[in-house]
């Protein structure tokens, strides 16, 4: 009993504060996104306290939504066949389990696969173990795996030596071109055939282009490898049609549910090779997990019927736009942009086009903290050319939550103009304390001031799902 301000007054405060951050502040995280409050309330919901280790039943995967909502029929085969799970009491559970699959199913099915003929495994709790329970599922230990390097936009999970990919299977890079910064598929397509690899992986981290899906294919075909296709990302935009869906032609699709899809923290597998779907299903459950978290489901039920209405698709396309406006706005005002532009959700900017009095560049992470002291929220990325991920040389943009906070070209420029003002205003400089070489960058006091007053304006003026009481906050 007890509200949470009641019980714990101190996290009803954190809560209350980070909530108002994340109004005050405009975030440009390319992973991040503000799940509706419809989300939210499923996601707290009491499907949370239950275990539910197993799957619903088969025959669930092919019915319609109005077959899975007919309780009638779903309760009397419940208490006829409810051998699927190793717990009872999941009567429920089974239903919103199968409906977000469904309604994954019919998000992503295209005119010539229909959603009967997709695979969803809803039950993977994010997009990291989604990955490792396909590698499980698809490989052994010791295969030959080719993953995008992870300096050029690559994700952790795709064969980082720290990682627990990177640990079990042999990987092979493949890079941008130097000059073009874009994927070469001639080089990709070489090293595949020197290589063999068992597994590609294409889908990206930081990559703002969008995969040639049937290339990938035809490469993995030569080879005899599988395609999985890592739509982390962009599965939101694949979804509204404003990004290639790799469906037909990857032999699996993994993607999170909680960066553009705007859901709960989660991730789907998708295939339609029965065969590999069983496999998936056993790597996840019992391979790499126990107990499911149902909430989640219900949370996905509800943000996979949001991603199919007109307001997520014109959002989707919208993200895009902005991300393009971002890119032509900073390059305009003489920053370069890595890749050379955008078709997604992000860009990077090359910090190093700010250089200070001596010729020191400016780097990823001083930028990134002078940008969240005015109230805007980036990461430090690795950029080609940089070395490693400690000396990351860039800046990674993404338009999915100010888009949802309703802006358009217009106030992108204007947060693009601040942007570049603060940049701009960087000075970085080196110099030796004793033996140690120390890098500082100063920013103009005034510019970031300013910019601080502008991005409160800009704030201001977005939507947000509260109003939140203006003063109190530390
Ligand atoms: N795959 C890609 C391409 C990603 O960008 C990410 C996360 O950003 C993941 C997988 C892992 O997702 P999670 O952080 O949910 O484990």
């Known amino acids: 009993r007890g509200s949470l301000a009641e019980v714990d007054p101190d996290v009803a405060a954190l809560i209350r504060y980070e909530h108002e951050r994340q109004i005050r502040k405009l975030i440009l995280i390319p992973s991040e996104s503000y799940a509706p409050a419809a989300v939210r309330e499923a996601l707290g919901s009491v499907f949370q306290n239950l275990y539910a280790e197993g799957y619903p039943h088969e025959r669930t995967r092919t019915q319609t939504e109005a077959e899975l909502l007919d309780y009638e029929d779903q309760l009397g085969f419940y208490r006829r066949y409810s051998d699927q799970r190793y717990y009872k009491g999941v009567e429920y559970a089974d239903i919103v389990e199968a409906l977000a699959r469904r309604r994954c199913a019919e998000a992503f099915a295209t005119p010539e696969i229909p959603p009967e003929r997709i695979f969803v495994n809803v039950q993977p709790l994010s997009g990291a173990p989604a990955n490792n329970a396909v590698y499980e599922a698809l490989l052994q230990p010791g295969d030959t795996v080719m993953g995008m390097s992870l300096v050029h936009g690559g994700h952790l999970t795709h064969g980082s030596p720290v990682n627990r990919s990177g640990k079990h299977y042999r990987i092979v890079w493949y890079t941008v071109d130097p000059q073009t910064e874009r994927l070469d598929y001639d080089q990709i397509r070489e090293l595949a055939r020197q290589h063999r690899p068992k597994m590609i992986i294409a889908g990206y981290t930081s990559y703002p282009w969008a995969p040639d899906w049937k290339r990938f294919r035809e490469i993995a075909d030569e080879v005899g490898a599988y395609l999985l296709a890592d739509i982390a990302h962009t599965a939101g935009m694949v979804i509204a049609g404003a990004y290639p869906n790799p469906l037909g032609y990857a032999h699996v699709i993994t993607f999170t549910t909680h960066k553009t899809i705007m859901g709960p923290r989660g991730a789907c597998i998708l295939t339609t090779d029965p065969d590999l779907a069983k496999k998936i299903d056993r790597a996840v459950f019992p391979g790499e997990q126990g107990g499911p978290h149902v909430n989640v489901f219900a949370a996905l039920a509800v943000a996979f019927k949001l991603a199919r209405t007109p307001q997520f698709r014109e959002l989707q396309h919208q993200i895009v736009r902005n991300a393009q406006a971002m890119a032509r706005r900073l390059a305009e005002?003489?920053?370069?942009?890595?890749?050379?532009?955008?078709?997604?959700?992000?860009?990077?900017?090359?910090?190093?086009?700010?250089?200070?009095?001596?010729?020191?560049?400016?780097?990823?992470?001083?930028?990134?903290?002078?940008?969240?002291?005015?109230?805007?929220?980036?990461?430090?990325?690795?950029?080609?050319?940089?070395?490693?991920?400690?000396?990351?040389?860039?800046?990674?943009?993404?338009?999915?939550?100010?888009?949802?906070?309703?802006?358009?070209?217009?106030?992108?420029?204007?947060?693009?103009?601040?942007?570049?003002?603060?940049?701009?205003?960087?000075?970085?400089?080196?110099?030796?304390?004793?033996?140690?070489?120390?890098?500082?960058?100063?920013?103009?006091?005034?510019?970031?001031?300013?910019?601080?007053?502008?991005?409160?304006?800009?704030?201001?003026?977005?939507?947000a799902d509260v109003e939140l009481p203006r003063s109190g906050y530390p």
Request: aromatic share 6%; proline share 6%; charged share 25%.
């Open 333 to 463: 005002r003489g920053l370069r942009i890595p890749y050379g532009g955008t078709n997604t959700h992000l860009l990077l900017v090359d910090c190093k086009s700010v250089r200070g009095p001596d010729g020191t560049p400016l780097m990823g992470d001083p930028a990134a903290r002078v940008l969240d002291l005015a109230g805007i929220v980036v990461n430090r990325n690795t950029i080609p050319g940089d070395t490693g991920a400690g000396a990351a040389s860039g800046i990674r943009l993404g338009t999915p939550w100010i888009t949802q906070r309703g802006f358009r070209e217009p106030e992108v420029e204007a947060l693009a103009d601040i942007i570049a003002d603060v940049l701009w205003a960087c000075k970085p400089h080196r110099y030796y304390v004793g033996r140690d070489l120390v890098y500082r960058t100063k920013v103009e006091f005034d510019v970031l001031e300013e910019a601080k007053l502008r991005v409160a304006e800009l704030a201001a003026r977005a939507g």
